[in-house]
């Protein structure tokens, strides 16, 4: 008995320590769970800044994680400091500065094709990892496929669901690495109508467990709203019954304002040629007809450089350029259109430099055109470089009179310093004597805005005649982004003043002023999809109210 005893107090114990052991090691496995449930928390706290840096259309998402980063910088400063930066800190702040990258989703479709009585286009799709996490199992949904077929796709399987299409991966781009990129997902779609290309692959959200991680491209998406947003607000301008010249005759400037034949107030509205030794074919009449009854434009700068490769007094064929000058103005004055001839000083700096030429030139277009009610001319396009208002005024006094001798009353454009930004320098001293002279302000609204605007401003107050005879809602190169919001602006404020201009540039070069796509070769009758974004921007504008 007393050995049973024993054995039964032994086991007891066992049992005992057994179910201690078990305890620790259960509490040690639940500790570990706990631990490791936190840590996803926190990667998952990291993917939604991950995501909010993704989607972050607002600045003040920006904002917020600069101002957490300079919190992390000063804290870093200050441990420094304390020499207390050990091993480990340094090694959590690596992988936090690591996981602060994004992941993006890029939808861009090319232009399409025309296609068994339908269209084709190609649609690319690109991941881009910028974050330290990986992800898995993602799937990307693009909008729009409703009606459309899948001839051809690659690296992507896919399912339409609704109006969705819904790509998922195939075996070898499962696992979206860290920092890596995938941008061989594409497929050939047919749709049936032009409209409908306009419609579909318009951005895309991708998801990853079925949660969003990031929406397409922003810019797409921004300039999709801000179409929509300019369409909403718009108010088609009245098709005018007759021409402009027509209706509005002779213009003169009446205080800081354009008035018509009858003294109303008037607005030109139109569109500037790039140079024409280079884009001689845009001069023609259909070209000038579709911007007047397509785009309401009511004006056409014809741009004749004058100092560059192929300008009208370095090795450009004279007579050659001095023929499109003067089709321009028969194709404007045919139309009932205004015109303008600009002597496009760039490269020269100084007009003073090629003023002997000019002399001729104004000499010459002004006998010609003096019985032209709608041909105005503009001096000097840019002066620029070291070149002060009196150096542009001292040529002013040469050539205004010469122009005055045949043309009595055209209205008048005298560049200003600084690629015609400076227009406040002419308020203490602006042209005497003469009527009808009205000064030049340029601006690229991705550069210039408020100091621009401020002098422009500054020089109406003072009466000064102001007139925004070339500007684009690109950079000052004539390339790079759009913004948009500075283009709004810009067009608020010539409406309020009832200001006239005219837009760079009619070509298809491949830079972002150019208002027609680069792959569109039609010199006239463009349909919307041919132009440009700037030139869908203009047109919009210039139609509307
Ligand atoms: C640019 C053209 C570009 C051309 C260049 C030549 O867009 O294709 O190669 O001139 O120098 C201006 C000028 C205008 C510029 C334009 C864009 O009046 O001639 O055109 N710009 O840089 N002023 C500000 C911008």
Not at 22 to 30: A, R, T
Not at 98 to 109: D, H, M, Q, R
Not at 273 to 281: E, K, Q
Not at 334 to 361: R, T
Request: aromatic residues 8%; negative net charge; glycine residues 8%.
């Amino acid at each position: 008995m007393n050995s049973d005893n024993k054995k039964i107090k032994t086991s007891i114990l066992l049992i005992l320590i057994a179910t201690a052991m078990l305890i620790g090691v259960l509490g040690y496995i639940f500790g570990l769970k706990r631990g490791r449930a936190e840590n996803t928390d926190e990667a998952s706290t990291e993917k939604t800044t991950t995501e909010s840096v993704t989607t972050a259309d607002s600045e003040e998402e920006t904002e917020e994680i600069t101002e957490e980063k300079t919190t992390e910088e000063k804290t870093t400063e200050a441990k420094k400091e304390d020499g207390k930066e050990d091993k480990e800190e340094k090694e959590d702040k690596e992988e936090s500065k690591a996981g602060e990258g994004a992941i993006y989703v890029k939808v861009t479709s090319g232009a399409p094709w025309e296609k068994d009585g339908g269209y084709g286009f190609q649609c690319d799709v690109m991941i881009k990892n910028d974050s330290s996490s990986e992800y898995e199992n993602w799937e990307i949904r693009v909008a729009g496929f409703k009606d459309a077929e899948i001839e051809n796709i690659w690296n992507a399987e896919y399912k339409i669901e609704g109006d969705e299409i819904i790509l998922t991966p195939v075996e070898f781009n499962k696992r979206i690495a860290a920092k890596s990129e995938y941008k061989d997902v594409g497929m050939i779609v047919n749709v049936k109508t032009k409209e409908d290309c306009k419609n579909i692959a318009k951005g895309g959200t991708l998801l990853v467990g079925g949660e969003v991680v990031a929406e397409a491209d922003a810019a797409e998406k921004i300039r999709e709203e801000k179409k929509q947003e300019r369409e909403a607000k718009r108010e088609p301008r009245p098709v005018e019954e007759g021409t402009p010249l027509d209706n509005h005759g002779k213009l003169s400037v009446k205080g800081t304002d354009i008035v018509d034949k009858n003294g109303e107030k008037y607005q030109l509205r139109g569109v500037s040629t790039h140079g024409i030794a280079w884009f001689p074919d845009y001069v023609n009449k259909d070209a000038f007809q579709t911007l007047r009854d397509d785009w309401g434009a009511n004006m056409i700068r014809l741009a004749m450089y004058t100092d560059e490769g192929g300008g009208y007094c370095t090795d450009g064929d004279k007579d050659k350029l001095k023929s499109l000058v003067s089709d321009g103005v028969d194709y404007a004055t045919e139309l009932g259109m205004y015109v303008i001839i600009d002597w496009h000083v760039l490269h020269d700096l100084n007009p003073m430099k090629n003023v002997d030429e000019a002399k001729k030139f104004f000499e010459e277009m002004s006998s010609k055109y003096a019985d032209n009610d709608n041909v105005i001319y503009e001096i000097c396009n840019e002066p620029n470089g070291s070149t002060t208002w009196e150096d542009i005024k001292e040529y002013a006094d040469i050539i205004i009179p010469i122009i005055r001798k045949n043309d009595k009353d055209a209205i008048i454009i005298v560049g200003t310093p600084t690629w015609s930004q400076d227009v406040d320098t002419v308020i203490s001293d602006p042209v005497t004597g003469q009527e009808n002279i009205m000064y030049a302000v340029h601006f690229y609204a991705a550069t210039h805005k408020e100091n621009i605007r401020s002098k422009a401003k500054a020089a109406l107050d003072a009466g000064i005649p102001v007139f925004i005879s070339e500007f684009s809602i690109c950079d000052a190169s004539g390339n790079g982004g759009i913004d948009y919001d500075s283009a709004d602006e810009w067009m608020d404020f010539i409406n309020e003043n009832n200001l006239s201009y005219s837009s760079w540039s009619l070509c298809n070069k491949n830079e972002t002023s150019a208002l027609i796509a680069p792959e569109c070769s039609k010199t006239s009758g463009w349909t919307d999809d041919e132009l440009s974004e700037t030139g869908q921007w203009l047109k919009d504008t210039i139609s509307s109210k």
